[in-house]
């Protein structure tokens, strides 16, 4: 299964999320191989990749933002039309509901959005910081819950079921 965490806005949480994923699918035994690049090779990861993932803040001008990689992915599929692609909802801070504004953006932009919502925790910080993933560097927080529930779904959209662990849905995603 390839992943494509994508989408042209910096600071969504790529990076943060790949690397979360990777480590969780590591400890389910997969064997795992982690790209983080910049700029054109987004695109080239269109072209190779399963599922393209749309990290995006729960603001109305996080999905704005989403709109160009939109024409991106529609690009991406007019050679690929089984890519997959949909959104997920990362940094959510608090109980805060996904904003009106950015809720009709991702509507309107077709792509599903994944149940699985990351929230805006300190540990997705200090596990980067410490070389690892939450599962691994803190595996009772709800930060990584959210990557294995993050993973199952993804793996539940690719095989039809996760490969391990409990998959739980998580409330209505924005
Ligand atoms: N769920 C989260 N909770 C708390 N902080 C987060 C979360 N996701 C990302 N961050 C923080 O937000 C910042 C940006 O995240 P990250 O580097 O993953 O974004 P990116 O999309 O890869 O950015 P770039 O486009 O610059 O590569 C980092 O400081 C990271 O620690
Ligand atoms: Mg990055």
């Given at each position: 299964?390839?992943?494509?965490?994508?989408?042209?806005?910096?600071?969504?949480?790529?990076?943060?999320?790949?690397?979360?994923?990777?480590?969780?699918?590591?400890?389910?035994?997969?064997?795992?191989?982690?790209?983080?690049?910049?700029?054109?090779?987004?695109?080239?990861?269109?072209?190779?990749?399963?599922?393209?993932?749309?990290p995006c803040g729960p603001s109305a001008a996080d999905a704005w933002a989403l709109t160009a990689t939109l024409d991106v992915i529609g690009e991406a599929r007019t050679l690929r039309e089984h890519l997959k692609a949909c959104v997920l909802i990362?940094?959510?801070?608090?109980?805060t509901a996904l904003g009106k504004g950015a809720r009709d953006v991702l509507a309107a932009s077709g792509l599903?959005?994944?149940?699985?919502?990351?929230?805006?925790?300190?540990?997705?910080?200090?596990a980067i910081a410490a070389g690892r993933g939450p599962t691994t560097f803190s595996p009772r927080?709800?930060?990584?819950?959210?990557?294995?529930?993050?993973?199952?779904?993804?793996?539940?959209?690719?095989?039809?079921?996760?490969?391990?662990?409990c998959y739980a849905t998580q409330a209505a995603a924005g």
């Open positions: 299964m390839i992943i494509a965490l994508t989408g042209q806005k910096g600071g969504a949480g790529k990076s943060t999320t790949a690397i979360g994923l990777a480590v969780a699918a590591v400890e389910r035994a997969h064997r795992v191989l982690l790209v983080d690049a910049h700029g054109d090779i987004q695109r080239s990861a269109l072209m190779v990749a399963d599922i393209a993932v749309l990362t940094r959510k801070q608090g109980r599903p959005v994944l149940s699985t919502e990351l929230g805006f925790r300190v540990a997705y910080q200090e927080d709800a930060a990584a819950s959210e990557i294995r529930n993050l993973l199952d779904e993804l793996e539940i959209l690719f095989y039809g079921q996760e490969t391990s662990g």
